[in-house]
DNA sequence: TATGAATGAGCCTTCATTCAT
DNA sequence: CATGAATGAAGGCTCATTCAT
């Protein structure tokens, strides 16, 4: 399906698009440096960006699906328990996540870090935009931060999580990184629910 | 002190970094736009980062000083109050930073998301990097989240900041999710330190 | 091995060079005169100096061997021969390395005169200081005149050399006057060592 | 005759053409650096060859008559003692132009390595095609030299007397140098003549 | 499938010079 | 006498992409 010219251009642009970012990275070096000619990539790819995408898609496509469920799941919560279930969710989630994220690193770079040019430019913005509906349940009546605010906060956990995969440290490190984080934010936010309920009853 | 010519060119050149960042965007097209020839624009600067720094340099110094502020009072805390300490710090510092950074949209925007190609590249690790050793102190003995894990809040905190200014929002709105999200990290983590304080006493 | 594309630019090239100097010849005019855009140029050549140095190498390695084929000669030369000899040396070789000018009139102009900006810039004058020490013999005791002479009569006689290829006149004609001027070379230097060695007898 | 400003810009100047050459030299830089604007250069001069002609014309003329004089008196002298009187010419000549030359080194250098795009380019060969009317007499029934010798020759002597001047040589080692080498060229030329003689007999 | 020659638009920068003030 | 803003042309070079073979 995919061929060895491919695969040979494939982890040569990889390097070069996580060092110099898509748009800085010049094809004519990737293919030339894959022991090929111009010609010869046109012949797989109809746009220097689809190559990008060719790198990137799997791994998008697993991250957006992940978050979509995690978001689905919320949303099927009764709307008393979305806030402490969604902590719940939130941790009983994450290590897949983290996993896949982990195991596609250069990916996740590539999308989080290199992706300036391309329809990826962004990602993480754009799927939390796309996916804001699951999470505007938090936000409401029962619960007393702003829709600005929650989107700020779901987007800030997002891209936490994704420094954190690229920040280089070992998976168990990071991974009781992000427990500790989970507890900060759910403790954080039960806190403020619990203290703005009471000052509502006086 | 500042010209007709490089006002124009400056107002222009705002335009069209804000929409295509540092790198992407034709000086030809600036000077053009503004009116003027190539060598005109030569005659203010020497290169087109320095017209970048003219718009931005007084806005990055200004955000520089405030966070360096905050880092300092949070320095001169003693050990036992550093977590206390800190939320009221951020609190009380915050409106100040937040002001400044509304009132230099533009310039902010231009930092955190237009400065590939400068030397204001990731500018905001950059300064937090930089300022790390202020925020040491809340990793240690006393407290039991890891230096990977304060570093990605510290971090994730000032980004938050960042995206909420550059919402669009109103400055109120914005402030009141500010409050609202300063609430969530500090009770979330005097919790998760009490919680953590009280385990170990069994 | 080499392209019509490349012939057609080669061609245009000596002119403009030869017209112009390397530095003040312009590529963009070259390349255009040539049928082609600067694109295509930059697929046979990664700078304009390239495109010099194709014309120019052959005849250059051409003149540096000959040239350093005399100097191993008088090198090996007994010290007391050194003078009688070096006159036969050049005499003979000469021929050789005056066909070969002749026959790279062309390169050898660009050599001598129109390599302003090149690495080319001062070759005869570097290749003489990186053959000096062949020459250094004729300095020293047995021999009166000082090192700054022999240099400069040395250089002299090279460029004087490119200066009679370069006259534009016939092959003859050039021969013959550089056969001669051998003659007043070689008679007005023993003619000199004759006379010092007899006021030092005295 | 010559105002501050005019003097603090030739200093400049002869210090960045002689680094640079004159086509290669930034009048900008040089107008800054001398502390003054585009603008004030053109109030003395026209273009900016007419800086280089400033600092170069007294020397020129002063190099041009000192050989229009050496040329005038060997055309003076009977035909039967161009030779002879030849060679007392020039070493009788010789000192004078040597010390002016020397006097003048750094507008020497101007003159014959720095005035590429000038109209003093080639200055040295100019003046002797110039006045090589002088030097014909050498040439003719009664010499044996090709005009094309001869020619090559005084060019080839003239230049090496500009080598010696700007070899950097201390005024009595080069003075001593260019004795040397008259004497060789003047013994060297008047053997070839002797000997040609004695030919012709036979 | 792959070549590789060629395109054409674009890049940032430098220059000598002019001219109204 | 001097300023300094502005010109306008030119410079070398890189790029993604096309296309006949």
Redesign the pocket.
């Known amino acids: 399906m995919i ?1 060895k ?1 491919q695969e040979k251009i494939h982890q040569v642009a990889m390097q070069h698009f996580l060092r110099d970012g898509f748009r800085q ?5 990737i293919v030339a440096e894959s022991g ?5 990539f ?3 790819y ?4 689809d190559l990008f995408e060719a790198l990137v898609k799997d791994t998008a496509d697993g991250i957006v699906s992940r978050i979509t469920k995690i978001g689905e799941s919320v949303e099927k919560l009764p709307r008393e328990q979305v806030f402490s279930g969604m902590s719940e969710m939130f941790e009983s989630a994450l290590p897949e996540l983290l996993d896949f994220l982990l195991e596609h690193q250069d990916e996740t770079r590539l999308l989080l870090k290199c992706s300036d040019g391309t329809t990826y430019n962004n990602f993480l913005s754009d799927v939390m935009d796309h996916e804001m509906n699951y999470w505007e349940k938090i936000t409401g009546e029962n619960f007393p931060i702003s829709a600005l605010a929650s989107n700020l906060l779901i987007n800030s956990y997002f891209n936490l999580l994704g420094d954190a995969v690229l920040s280089g440290a070992a998976r168990e490190e990071i991974a009781k990184a992000m427990r500790d984080i989970n507890d900060i934010y759910s403790k954080g936010m039960m806190n403020l629910l619990k203290e703005r309920k009471e000052n509502e009853k006086l």
């Open positions: 061929t010219t990275a010049s094809l004519r070096k090929f000619t111009s010609g010869a046109y012949g797989y109809k746009k220097k960006e």
